[in-house]
């Protein structure tokens, strides 16, 4: 697989320019069916655990991976199925919901600050510090329990957030933390058929929630939130990828495919012993022998 090339084509790295109508949530590329592209996610998973290895070893970058998608995109699945081959050692997810007392008395990215990885580390976030952006920006009234003085919520509150992100990120990334994000692209008539198979299909009766079809409803006004959220949060430090996940396998693939071509970029390699440490082990190893 070339990865670096897969990566690249659903990298957003123009902003200014960001329309989401471009991105097709259906696309798969040259790839015509799960089984046509089995072979590589398996590959990627293969390479990634390698790599994840390394990293461990090295322990001087940390990897977060970002997820943001409307219900029923194939978030958990994603992250499922992709990290399937890492140590868990050396990996951590962590799900975002509706905040906590406790971080409401906070500013908005300390609850996800608190769960950034550590060096050598692998961080999965599933939703983020991004829903200050999405759900709240849809949802108005939800501002009021955050206990925000008025004063700071004007006009250009969108903005100030996308600015606190991205000066959040930079700084992450400037201290050895590398930031890849993805939006899983899902289309409204794909995710109204996985909510039809969460209700007519017993074993997946309990992914259903009766907020989801609530949420529906604001379809559009979601697309322009991501949209914006996009537009305003994509750098070269920090990258948001357009994901087409109207087909599972290959939004997979997607996600394999950057997270190797990003671990590849860092030139990994596992710590090289110096002549002090390699005394010590010839030590040790005679010391077992002679045992």
């Avoid at 790599?51 to 977060?64: G, I, K, N, P, V």
């Avoid at 700071?152 to 930031?179: C, P, Q, S, Y």
């Avoid at 990994?268 to 040790?284: G, Q, T």
């Amino acid at each position: 697989m070339k990865t670096g090339k897969l990566a690249q084509t659903y990298c957003v790295d123009n902003g200014r320019h960001f329309r989401l109508k471009d991105f097709d949530p259906a696309d798969t590329g040259h790839w015509k069916s799960k089984e046509h592209a089995e072979q590589e996610l398996q590959d990627g998973i293969f390479r990634m655990a390698n790599l994840q290895d390394q990293l461990y070893a090295q322990d001087r970058w940390s990897l977060l991976l970002i997820f943001q998608a409307m219900d029923a995109a194939g978030k958990d699945g994603a992250i499922k199925h992709v990290m399937s081959g890492v140590n868990p050692q050396g990996c951590e997810v962590y799900s975002f919901k509706a905040p906590s007392n406790e971080e409401l008395q906070h500013d908005f990215l300390w609850r996800t600050t608190c769960k950034l990885p550590e060096r050598g580390h692998i961080g999965i976030f599933n939703r983020s510090y991004y829903e200050e952006v999405l759900v709240v920006r849809v949802h108005r009234e939800v501002l009021k329990g955050q206990k925000i003085p008025d004063s700071l919520v004007g006009k250009n509150l969108w903005g100030e957030r996308f600015e606190d992100i991205r000066h959040f990120e930079k700084h992450m990334a400037r201290n050895g933390t590398v930031i890849r994000k993805f939006f899983l692209h899902l289309s409204k008539k794909e995710q109204k058929e996985r909510f039809l198979k969460r209700l007519e299909e017993p074993e997946k009766n309990w992914k259903f929630s009766a907020g989801d079809i609530h949420e529906r409803e604001y379809w559009d006004d979601y697309q322009n939130a991501y949209e914006d959220m996009i537009r305003n949060t994509t750098t070269n430090y920090a990258p948001w990828y357009v994901v087409p996940a109207d087909n599972k396998w290959f939004s997979r693939l997607v996600v394999s495919a950057v997270i190797v071509a990003t671990l590849e970029e860092l030139n990994l390699s596992y710590p090289k012993v110096d002549s002090a440490k390699k005394k010590e082990l010839d030590r040790a190893k005679k010391l077992l022998v002679n045992k």
